[in-house]
């Protein structure tokens, strides 16, 4: 490049670095991957230490960009909340070369020891400035430009995990705690799943978050606390700020930052424990790689890991250089967002007929792993985030959650007229189940479309065959998922009566299907085969038909032919039937292939009794009561009884104690620090039990 080019591409990367930062900064909607703002950033420093004269005090390079929102009051820190260099080689050798030139700075020969480092995570949230005074917390602000930041006390103050006061008898007068305020992944997908769900419902002002650390960002940004309060956000403290009064001149200031990390959890507060104390370049490469291997299997993102000299003393010796301190580096790992070529939209059928966009994308090395598909979510979502085939998207892939394409990078050059058409899935399908032909539809208030095949349509198979047999539908002993997996995938059975046509010798060429096991499904499906009339319904898998219903529609109708030829409006009758399971009801029966399989299902010998029915439904005994049967899962300490007394109870009852928290737990009994499985119950709908409640359902039990 010659000299004037130098300085335009300077002054361009000036210009595009203020754009791209007051979107992620401020605005909090990042137009370009992180990634890619870093390789911008690199491109200007690079230019600048070329050619000093072109620096400009102004650059983004020289300073920590950010700004104050209207509508906050500005915080100034009494200490600056400085940033940390960050090395790009995500490589061992980023490690190595931070080592180096410690012990360089520290003129440090081969003959000293290997350096003490303490290594954490670099969370990928935002960094907030919490101050206690007399150890209560007063105040908590945002980074802003590094000198003053934004006072959102208010918004800070719904973090549960954030300790309105410091667990200590004597406090220091002033303690600035800073840390990393996220939201994690599941957290995060809950979030955006609920966004989703009121978008279709037609709320106007909302929207779906790009990723964790945005939405953390808008959540504590957010004007309204009220609305804050409803983001799940989370905590981490790293480090501190101002500090008065611990101890007669601080004197009781610990003397390493692991130390430091460790009074601040003893405070009360949320330290993450993926932490380590690791001497030289050797054990920072160790910890990178540990915790790169099990980045993914983290409830939170990360962008990086964090290497800090430990001795407090020796930081004070490296101090800083304009924006970063000496003695800290973060070193990252390979993006989780990256940007690509959306290439195609493909429409993929899902187990229960939901109908997904996915992206066809030009592969792209992201998250850790080569991807070329991901999740547009729905038809809704595609229009909004406006992507077209030929567009350029950021993808994103963190933790074990599919790929999915976040948004449409905008080039501002191209002209409307060169973009590819807006999505239509309708239009795209023609109507129709790409599986199997059935129409397509969407019900009011929904915004996914769904193949309307059901038990016939393959896509859906496994799925109808699944909950066909479940305990609470037809109870088939021995129909399990592998098992559904090998009958299908072998081609074994492709419609549900064709279950009952399964003999002794094509099960026994099954893998690892043995004689006995063969026969017991057998008599497991004969067994199956004497029902009611309300499971048999319910095992149809009916949209929106539960097992309450089906028990109601059999109650009223009494026979299953009444049911088929029942009007919406009959159906109306019926005790909590409303418009939209009249409807389902209605269309199900009106499909012919749904009829032939009812018909196919009385022919292999499946039976009910019938009865006249009853126009007013009887009073249906309430679920809670009976334990046999039940599956409990046990979490967190009980106040009196034993883990295994409480199993044992409960067993005596009838009722079964498993491991871990699915779809198939009727209670879960939740102590005293219960976690993530009390979380799973809570995710599932899963009934909750206190010791006390669990002690009267056995009492009901035996009365
Ligand atoms: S220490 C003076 N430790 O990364 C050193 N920062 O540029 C101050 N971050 O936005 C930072 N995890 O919020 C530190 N374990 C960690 C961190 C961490 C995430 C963020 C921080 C800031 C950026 C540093």
């Not at 606390?225 to 001149?249: H, M, N, T």
């Not at 996914?448 to 088939?476: N, S, V, Y």
Request: hydrophobic residues 40%; negative net charge; aromatic residues 6%.
């Amino acid at each position: 490049m010659s000299e004037p080019e130098h300085a335009r591409r300077a002054a361009e990367l000036r210009a595009l670095l203020q754009q791209h930062a007051h979107s992620y900064y401020v605005l909090d909607a990042p137009q370009i991957p992180d990634a890619e703002y870093d390789r911008l950033f690199q491109e200007l420093e690079a230019i600048e230490a070329a050619h000093p004269e072109l620096r400009r005090d102004d650059s983004p390079t020289q300073r920590v960009v950010g700004g104050v929102l209207d509508g906050f009051v500005a915080v100034r820190h009494a200490v600056p909340m400085l940033s940390i260099r960050t090395e790009t080689d995500t490589e061992p050798s980023g490690a190595v070369a931070f080592d180096a030139r410690v012990r360089r700075e520290l003129a440090l020969t081969d003959a000293d020891l290997p350096i003490e480092y303490a290594a954490e995570l670099k969370f990928d949230g935002l960094a907030m400035n919490l101050r206690y005074e007399s150890g209560v917390l007063v105040q908590a602000a945002t980074r802003g430009d590094g000198e003053t930041g934004e006072d959102v006390t208010q918004n800070i103050r719904t973090i549960a995990q954030i300790p309105r006061r410091l667990h200590s008898d004597t406090p220091p007068a002033v303690l600035e705690v800073r840390g990393e305020v996220y939201i994690r992944r599941d957290d995060f997908e809950a979030l955006n799943e609920r966004q989703r769900a009121l978008i279709a419902q037609g709320a106007k002002n909302e929207k779906t978050f790009v990723n964790p650390r945005n939405a953390a960002a808008g959540a504590v940004r957010q004007l309204d606390p009220a609305i804050a309060a409803k983001r799940p956000l989370s905590f981490f403290a790293y480090g501190l700020g101002e500090v008065q009064g611990w101890g007669v001149d601080n004197a009781a200031l610990p003397a390493t930052h692991s130390a430091l990390l460790d009074a601040l959890a003893a405070f009360g507060l949320p330290v993450s424990d993926e932490r380590a104390v690791v001497q030289g370049a050797e054990g920072l490469v160790g910890f990178h790689a540990a915790i790169g291997a099990k980045r993914d299997a983290l409830p939170f993102d990360i962008d990086g890991v964090v290497y800090k000299v430990n001795d407090r003393a020796l930081q004070q010796r490296l101090g800083f250089v304009t924006r970063e301190p000496r003695w800290a580096v973060a070193h990252k790992y390979p993006a989780q967002e990256q940007m690509t070529k959306l290439l195609g939209i493909d429409i993929q059928v899902g187990r229960t007929g939901k109908l997904t966009p996915v992206a066809k994308l030009e592969p792209v090395f992201v998250g850790g792993t080569t991807v070329s598909n991901a999740t547009l979510h729905n038809e809704d979502e595609v229009r909004r985030k406006d992507v077209r085939v030929g567009d350029t998207v950021i993808v994103r892939r963190a933790g074990d959650v599919i790929p999915q394409v976040v948004g449409v990078v905008h080039d501002p050059l191209a002209a409307e007229g060169t973009r590819g058409e807006p999505f239509d899935l309708y239009q795209r399908l023609g109507g129709q189940c790409p599986v199997c032909s059935s129409p397509i539809g969407r019900e009011e208030g929904e915004v996914d479309w769904r193949c309307t095949g059901g038990l016939t349509c393959p896509a859906q198979r496994k799925e109808a065959i699944l909950h066909f047999a479940g305990r609470r539908a037809m109870d088939i002993e021995g129909l399990g998922d592998k098992l559904v997996d090998q009958l299908v995938d072998g081609g074994l059975i492709r419609t549900l009566p064709e279950l009952y046509t399964l003999g002794l010798d094509k099960l026994c060429a099954l893998d690892r299907m043995g004689d006995k096991s063969a026969a017991n499904l057998l008599a497991g499906l004969d067994a199956s085969k004497r029902t009611t009339l309300g499971r048999f319904l319910y095992a149809l898998g009916i949209r929106h038909i539960g097992e309450t219903t089906a028990k109601d529609l059999a109650r009223h109708f009494g026979q299953l032919d009444r049911i088929i030829e029942a009007t919406e409006a009959q159906l109306l009758e019926v005790n909590d039937v409303g418009p939209v399971v009249a409807h389902s009801v209605r269309s199900f029966f009106d499909q012919p292939h749904h009829r032939e399989i009812v018909e196919q299902l009385r022919a292999v010998g499946i039976t009910w009794e019938e009865t006249e029915g009853t126009a007013v439904a009887a009073p249906e005994a309430t679920g809670i009561a009976g334990v046999t049967g039940k599956t409990f899962v046990l979490t967190g300490t009980l106040p009196t009884l034993t883990r295994d007394a409480a199993k044992e109870l409960i067993e005596a009852a009838g009722g079964k104690v498993t491991g871990s928290v699915s779809k198939k737990t009727n209670y879960v009994v939740a102590g005293a620090e219960a976690g993530s499985k009390l979380d799973k119950a809570n995710e599932l709908g899963i009934a909750v039990l206190d010791e006390s409640a669990l002690l009267a359902l056995l009492q009901d039990q035996v009365a």
